[in-house]
């Protein structure tokens, strides 16, 4: 396996460090909501994992969701650090 060379001085790499990542959100809408989908479970998992007393601040039954059929997801996520 050959080793990749990359110049952090570069022009392109200072301009976009991850072009990966643009271009597969312009591929198909599969690959864009994969993306977002591995996006929030590594903030989320990121997230906890450096506040462990995170909890919820509410009964869980409390917690309104978005009624939209494309987007689905809470309006807020009311949590305490204990």
């Not at 998992?45 to 917690?63: D, F, H, I, Y």
């Amino acid at each position: 396996m050959k080793d990749i060379e990359v110049d952090l001085a570069s022009p392109e790499f200072k301009a976009d460090p991850y072009p990966f990542f643009a271009r597969l959100r312009e591929q198909a809408p599969v690959c864009r909501v994969t993306l977002a989908r591995l996006e929030g479970e590594i903030a989320i998992s990121t997230l906890l994992r450096r506040a462990p007393g995170l909890c919820l601040s509410v009964e869980p039954k409390a917690l309104r969701w978005r009624r939209g059929l494309v987007l689905r997801g809470l309006e807020a996520l009311p949590v305490i650090l204990a």
